[in-house]
């Protein structure tokens, strides 16, 4: 059994700052890649950017630049940094992290970020 749990969403004004938090835990041998996505009120989810564990980190071009993707292995824990923060980054962000060995994909249960212009 696995638990992923996101934490650090709010609201702010647009520039400003925010970092989110994800941890895996439960039945754990190794987490492979983890990475972060978004849903905005009536639109699809979008693919923020993914750490695989043994590669260079992916960004979405619409974050690249503003948000940094960083991890503690012995925490089981990603960061999202979001940076120069705008309108368009309102959503609810999820995290989803792979457990090696099923190679399986848990997801957590969102945080909201809110931008104000």
């Known amino acids: 059994q696995v638990h992923v749990v996101e934490s650090g969403g709010g609201s702010v004004q647009a520039g400003g700052s925010l970092r989110l938090s994800c941890t895996a835990s439960g039945s754990i041998l190794r987490i492979g890649a983890m990475g972060w996505y978004r849903r905005a009120p009536g639109k699809q989810r979008e693919l923020v950017g993914v750490n695989p564990s043994d590669g260079g980190t992916y960004y979405a071009d619409s974050v690249k630049g503003r948000f940094t993707i960083s991890r503690d292995n012995a925490k089981n824990t990603v960061y999202l940094l979001m940076n120069n923060l705008k309108p368009e980054d309102t959503a609810v962000y999820y995290c989803?992290?792979?457990?090696?060995?099923?190679?399986?994909?848990?997801w957590g249960q969102g945080t909201q970020v809110t931008v104000s212009a």
């Open positions: 989803n992290a792979e457990v090696k060995g099923p190679n399986i994909n848990y």
